[in-house]
């Protein structure tokens, strides 16, 4: 059982930044795969980035250049730097957590930007 909580979401201009973090009640080395994910309204979640055990990362081609997914392990905490932020980047986003088959999510934390 993994519990993931997240805080840092929040209200921000356009151009301004936001750094979100996913802090888990295990540690983040045991797991595979950690990612963020967002969703707006009426809209489907999708993929916004991940981080491997191991360090190795990947972005949705939306966010390339202005998001760094980031981990801890000292903390057991992944993190979003979101730069640059745009309205369109307004949405809920939630951190993800894969062990092998198993997967774990966040209760989501909104993020707002204003134009």
């Known amino acids: 059982q993994v519990q993931l909580v997240e805080s840092g979401g929040g209200l921000v201009q356009a151009g301004g930044s936001l750094r979100l973090s996913c802090a888990s009640s295990?540690?983040?080395?045991?797991?595979?795969?950690m990612g963020w994910y967002r969703q707006a309204p009426g809209k489907q979640r999708e993929l916004v980035a991940t981080?491997?055990?191991?360090?190795?990362?990947n972005y949705a081609d939306s966010v390339k250049g202005r998001f760094t997914i980031s981990r801890d392990n000292a903390r057991n905490t992944v993190y979003l730097q979101m730069n640059s932020l745009q309205p369109e980047d307004t949405a809920v986003y939630y951190c993800?957590?894969?062990?092998?088959?198993?997967?774990?999510w966040g209760q989501g934390t909104q993020v707002t930007v204003s134009s």
């Open positions: 993800n957590a894969n062990r092998y088959s198993l997967s774990w």
């Open positions: 295990i540690s983040i080395f045991s797991i595979n795969t």
């Open positions: 981080i491997t055990s191991r360090g190795n990362s």
